[in-house]
């Protein structure tokens, strides 16, 4: 399958990379950075130095209807608003589409206004794009022709909401989410915030109280429940490269076997791993692979469930549940190239 | 004022012997450790070496009515249930004790057990502990013959809580606090799951949902309230050497003026700082120092207050306020040894 | 190929398991752990949780003669003494052995004498290991019975200076190395000098001036030169999880193409990446990898040749190298489940 | 004593005004910074948002005629270059001016202009400045005008390192040092490789093999030896905020007691901690302080000499020896400010 990444030069980028240079079924035909345009893959990613198609392939600068022409299957890291700005293009030259940004996750072009400040570049596109969560979309994915990943802290918080959502069990009106993310979810900016200095040996709530994964967040909940879902989340940077914890505080409205509901909404999916109530999520458990740990545990004292996952941001937040998107979308076991 | 510390070989020891080593007014006359006796503080603690004081004093194995008569005033760093043995023999000599342990800050036996699961070795002297939380029973303090220092999450969520619950301006079913803790918050425990790599690029959540540190907390929240109140606490193991950041959502039972009442509370406090609601806390700047930063927000979507604070687990959290409180009783001022 | 790991609960034991579980030639029959006996790979090591095989291998403490029965090659990753005592009996029973200790890595006995401070427990074995450095004994290693896998600091010292030994290029009697390692390179030893906050933000020399790992680098270099020879070494332990840095000082004794010497070497070699004069290496483009990255420079103002290389400690310096040698052993792709 | 910082903004200025805030006898009268003047000290450095001071001192953009008005002493900590074009005005006003840039410390134009890649700003200045290392030159810091403070690097190689060179017990053609440092040592410069994630779980060498610092390590060698030496330096950058190990290989030339030339020459020192042959230093006993500290080991495997130092790189590294000179010239204790 021939593929490009548009945007490689990012955290995101680089961990598409790996995951596609390895994979079984792809043949990388194009990688485009302005930064970087003529300078190999090899020369900017060193750790892929041996891989051959590393050494060969060169970052480019090549705008859409080039890329077009190139790759049956296009992934996008790029800022919000200027992926939208490459969708046009492509979508009309009938390529297939998996956006990494936030540009097509939401269906209401006010609320990508309200969350993200600019008037949305590309509205007629909204209503064409699925949402890249193959748990709760499978089946629209593999039709789509234009993929709307999740973001990490939403993969985060999602997974381990929706079933009980759609079980009706917790009081919708108390979904009370502390996140923890490793620094590389803010993405390779060159901003003295992310120097090492300022991170290591600190932690720091941010984006308090409205972070703009919230609006995903809970478009995916109101669409689970049928009625609207506002709910509370705090982030907070952790020093550390990779992984996200969220913790999410629950009112239980029943008294309802929580092992079961997971069970029946994940037992057979390849990428969730259910701990039960025994066991607590780690990050290290999961850095560098595609999976989400989900731990939980009811407090009888308060009658609260807490429901605690894991998992890298940067493949299962971001660039390895794109693979998985690409992998259902072309066909090809829903696994190649992420175990 | 001649002092001792009484198990000097974990980090609140180590702490404590750093600030005690630096203060105008104390003459450290002895410190114990069964594992280090015999030998210097400063073979022991080398970043201790350059103090006359650390070079020769040595580590003994003094029993406690050996100590009554080289101290005014004794810290005890010792585990639970230990610590009341050893206080029994100060008590009745008549030495003033801090404790660090958890043995005298709760006032119900029961509870003790319920949460240490053991019967309490003293429970005679519950009734005679002070809390030693200044804030909140400086005068008390002043005057005690024992003083309970606070657990060091306890200090993380009272200091901000406190002043809410008496204003009775929050929800006292709905307050949900998420913390995150640097890992010598474990002490200096010779256990796997504290070693380097098992810590560093890692994050958990732990001892969910019943946390040891409940118990005071709920205890300080009902006194405050004159009601029971039982909360939901979830802390979090996070790769660094000292800090804490607790989060705490709360629902608004009104529409107060948030600044008002921290200022009110605090502003005159030599150890609190109120950062507003425009700056948010980082454990940075706390780090080595014994003052908490308080930040918070009011979200208008919820009507939730997201109130966040963050203390250096060893200082303010541990052995910063013992010595807060050493000062207070001695007559000093509150902030000798501690800027 | 059945397969067994004895001793898989330390770091070298649990990267073996990983990449054995992932290896397509692979039955890993048995692994065996005094300590987690009756426990699967699954519920010690959280992080294989998915593979079918962890969540149904039990860690056994089964003997050396049951292990016969069970595996064409078994991999023992125990301690230097405890090692020996457990080839014997494998031996005899005609089972291939990948010793990871350093038990068979000298050849004479006087030395692990003077190095490990006890006598050496199987000395009629010491003359049927074969060294375990692929680039180097390549043909001894496919055909061995025992196979004694270098430590890690001696493979990243020897594949630089190997090559440099052998064209007479440099002073014998200068080999300055510095090294610099992770934390894991103590292995999961349970001691105080590994605590996170022992270890976090500090960087220490130790081993000075006489590690244990002097005698095979001494031994190998004198066997390359014909000649004894004699080095310093010192390695410094730093807060990082997985890598070693080593830097070698030599002087030249003549004026040759450096890069023509590693080529020449080293062009074929699967897992040797030669970065050249205007590289240097860096431990993030290796960790998890069995690569071993080389970097050079000369010193135009002191005539000298500084060599750089970076591995993965527990990688290409142990279990992905003992991996390796598996691969030979069997006849299979060298770089095998190793990719 | 009227005091001002020009250039507070980097990691070097800010540990300069935590110092002397703190400093008993220091009045700071201006901080400058272009990037934010107008905002008090306590709103850009929270860390020090308690002092009184702190939150009324605001940064300015005073030009060095304007500083010459309000400080007797003023602290440089700009990049080199544009130190010197502060310094001439200064100079010429009388001010006495502690320069933490590069561009006073060499005694030669044409190595400033070898090693900085530029000619010197104010070549007849460089006749007027004294090295600011008060173990060395603690007479001409007292009466200077110009200090030239030396770099981190520096300061952790000569102090072990000269009073071996005047007793000419090494060789002086054989002096390999390796250095690691902490992060903060590449100063708050926005680039990608000193993003959180580039510097984390990573060790690289860099500088290889002519790093700017030789230039005045081998100058003071130089002068102490009365013959130019010339030696091997490779610096390292690894993953912890603050510190500094280097480790010097030499050559014994004879066989002299170590401990008493050490002692000789620092017992007295109140900066320089003697471990002597028995203990390694570790950079977390020095981090936050002004002291080095100093170990060795004779190998008579070798017959060399192993000596290994440890500094924070901010505090003697840099600012802390600044106001150690300060102190000097002043005419205060010399530790004032510092213990």
């Given at each position: 399958m021939k593929t490009a990444v548009i945007g490689a030069s990012g955290y995101a980028g680089e961990e598409l990379v790996r995951l596609l240079l390895s994979h079984p079924q792809v043949d990388l035909t194009a990688v485009t950075s302005r930064q970087f345009a003529g300078q190999t893959v090899a020369q900017i990613f060193p750790r892929f130095f041996h891989h051959q198609k590393a050494q060969t392939l060169k970052f480019s600068d090549f705008n859409p209807k080039q890329l077009a022409a190139m790759a049956e299957i296009v992934f996008l890291a790029l800022p919000h608003g200027l992926a939208a700005e490459f969708t046009q293009p492509l979508w009309e030259a009938g390529v297939r589409v998996i956006d990494l940004s936030a540009d097509f996750r939401l269906r209401d072009p006010h609320i990508y206004k309200e969350f993200?400040?600019?008037?949305?570049?590309?509205?007629?596109l909204l209503g064409q794009a699925v949402y890249g969560l193959p748990e709760i979309y499978r089946k629209k994915i593999c039709a789509a022709q234009l993929v709307a990943c999740p973001g990490c802290y939403p993969t985060s918080i999602l997974l381990p909401l929706l079933p009980l959502v759609r079980k009706k069990i917790i009081d919708l009106r108390r979904i009370i989410v502390t996140s923890l993310s490793g620094v590389t979810g803010a993405g390779r900016k060159v901003e003295t915030d992310y120097l090492f200095a300022e991170c290591n040996e600190s932690m720091r709530p941010y984006?308090?109280?409205?972070?703009?994964h919230l609006s995903e967040i809970e478009q995916e909940l109101s669409i689970a429940a049928n009625e609207p879902v506002v709910m509370q989340f705090t982030p907070h940077l952790v020093p550390l490269n990779r992984g996200i914890i969220s913790t999410i505080s629950l009112d239980l409205a029943s008294n309802p076997d929580i092992g079961l509901i997971f069970n029946h909404a994940y037992a057979n999916e390849p990428f969730v791993r259910l701990l039960g109530e025994e066991r607590l999520p780690d990050t290290k458990d999961v850095v560098g692979t595609n999976f989400i740990d989900l731990g939980w545990k009811v407090d009888q004292r308060t009658n609260r469930l807490i429901v605690m996952s894991a998992i890298d941001n940067l493949t299962k937040g971001t660039s390895g549940q794109a693979v998985q998107c690409f992998n259902l979308m072309s066909g090809f076991d829903e696994t190649a190239g992420l175990l």
């Open positions: 993200y400040g600019q008037a949305h570049p590309a509205p007629d984006g308090v109280p409205k972070h703009r």
